[in-house]
């Protein structure tokens, strides 16, 4: 290192010159002048009265050979009573004659101490006016001066009192003014060090403040952006809410159907002082017409994510969903299409809309149709929690069993399965999302959540409250927490058997029957067969004994009755398809086989891999013509069962 370096080195250290200093300069000076401004009004009361007992009366008795003391003492209280006017003057008529504050202070102490200093340097043996000195060199400690202006103020008095003593020769040989001087230098030098000390104690507690206030003014200024992007965000998702809250339909005709709703996002917010909330559960039920019957179409749906992502894909769902049932009122097409076909098709819809999103964007949910008359239960379960009877009191899952992934995953192409439920009057189907089972139970000693993991908490839920929507929100609450989206649907079925089964009549045509007497055993119902009050099980006896007695026509009209007041009825279901068939045969309508087309692909949506039905299907298309379609369904039955004989033999057919 160079001498010029090394000199630096030491010179920074020793007036501890660091970065602070220089970063926080003007800042500390203005600081310092605010601190001299505390100190004006009462530094110049007391500057206006505390030499004027020495000059009126004490200068006059120990130094009478020295009159200009007077001169100096009133000087200082001269300009102290300048300095109270132009305070005064300052406050009612808003000027700045005494300055920013350390103006004030210079002035004074330029002239306390170097006048101080001037007339102690001339009477420098009395060791009275040397103490004098002495108190005003160390009052100068404390004001709160930078170390620029104590070391010139402090080298001034000195330069002052070394003149005074040339000037005027003052006898320092006695021990008593040695004394004095001694303790002079040892002032002068307390007073540079504590100065020294004192303005770095005040500097530092400067910089902490100062940097305190700093780090609260940037997190102020975090906090106003972070305030300003939450009012954004909760602009989004009010906006978000208001697009989805008209897609949530909750409210359907009264009938014999009913279906109530609860639903609670988990994510709360405000916005323009009012409280909303959020999340990724949807639900809706519309009123649908479908074949001329009435139906409540229903959807619970858990869209994956939090918050807005959550709500996006809730907003897609509800939106594409809606845009299912408007088409299905109002296009005809749509309109006469079975609750399994209508069902497949929404899915189809659903599927293909979030599939585009490249699985960023799942959801789960429960498609279903439930029919007015005869509480028919048709639905999709699509990996969501399974549906729940409450029935009798006694409470429990409905096919405990996901044949679907999400919706949106890809590369999926399985076959479509619609499930079927006949529920009977007073029972209750409840549908929710897994934010009724996903609660928390509480803390471990690690401060971890413990959620819930038994799905059977929800069934007692139910069964203690009864089925009522409202008391089983309040018993989950009581049992814990929600950490996820809360949306719950029940369905009730009200509506009273109305065709009771004729329990004799048909116990003895059922007996004739079982004795191959099938004349006999329609005889029975002759009687009666205008009154048209069979009930199902009755339409389905009729139907088989005129099938067995070669009147294909009345069995098919007794057999598509039975099937109204019972959809449910899977095997009913296929042998009125293969009946419509075997009618075809007899006198060639294809509205027969249209019939039997669509009968067999309702059981084909229930029953996918179903054999027979596989090769009947194949068998109907084939007689329309459709050779395609006819293949495909046989090469699928192949697949399932490749040693068939029938299928070997309708394959043979259709090559030839």
Known sequence: MTFPIILKKYFRLFFDIQEDRIRFAEEYVEDLHRQARLLHYPGSIIG?????????????????????????????????????????????VGTKLRGKGLEWAYILFLYLLNVTAFFTGRIADDPNYVSGLQIVVMS?????????????????????????????????????????????????????????IVERYRFSNFVGHFKILEKNREISENMEQIQGLKEKQDGDYFLTSLLLDPLIAKKTENGPIQINFALNQFKKFSFREKEYELGGDYLSAYDLTLQ???????????????????????????????????????????????????????????QKVF???????????????????TGTLYYLNIEHPWLVLYRDGKASFIDPETHFFKLGVQGISGQVFVKLFQMKPGDKIFCGSDGKDDL???????????INEDETEFLRRVEVAKGDLSEIEELLLKFGNFSDDYSLLSIEFTKEVSRPIHLDRFLRA????????????????????????????????????????????????????????DPADHELLLYTSLLSKRNYSQNKDLFLLKKSEELGERFRLRFPDHIKNLIHLSDVYRLQGNLNRASFLI????????????????????RS
């Open 440 to 450: 928390v139970l509480g803390e471990n000693f690690e401060g971890k959540r413990k």
């Open 355 to 373: 599939e585009t999103f490249d699985g960023s964007m799942l959801v789960s949910a429960v498609l279903g149709l439930v029919e007015e008359d």
């Open 140 to 196: 100068m400690v404390f004001m709160p001066f930078p170390r620029k202006a104590l070391i010139l103020l402090y080298s001034l008095s000195i330069f002052s009192f070394l003149i005074a003593v040339l000037l005027y020769h003052p006898n320092l040989s006695t021990d008593q003014a040695s004394y004095s001087m001694q303790n002079l230098a040892i002032s002068y030098l307390l007073a540079f060090f504590s100065g020294f």
């Open 48 to 92: 206006t009265f505390v030499w004027l007992g020495f000059a009126l009366d004490t200068d006059r008795k120990l130094h009478p050979e020295f009159p200009e003391l007077f001169y100096f003492r009133i000087g200082l209280s001269l300009l102290s009573s300048f300095f109270l006017i132009a305070i005064a003057i300052d406050k009612f």
């Open 510 to 565: 059922k007996k004739a029957a079982l004795s191959k007497d099938f004349v006999g055993a329609l005889t029975i119902y002759e009687t009666n067969d205008g009154k048209n009050d069979f009930s199902s099980e009755e339409l389905k006896l009729l139907a088989r004994l005129l099938d067995k007695t070669g009147n294909l026509s009345k069995a098919l009209q007794k057999a598509v009755q039975a099937l109204n007041l």
């Open 292 to 350: 001329d019957k009435k139906f409540k179409a229903f959807i619970n749906g858990d869209a994956m994510g939090k918050s807005i992502q959550g709500a996006g894909g809730a907003l897609v769902l509800g939106a594409v969903y809606n845009s299912v049932i408007i088409r299905s009122r109002m296009d005809p097409d749509s309109a006469n299409r079975s609750p399994e076909r209508w069902l497949k098709d929404c899915f189809t819809d659903l």
């Open 635 to 654: 090469e699928r039955a192949g697949e399932l069962d490749p040693e068939n004989e029938r299928v070997k033999e309708f394959k043979d057919l259709l």
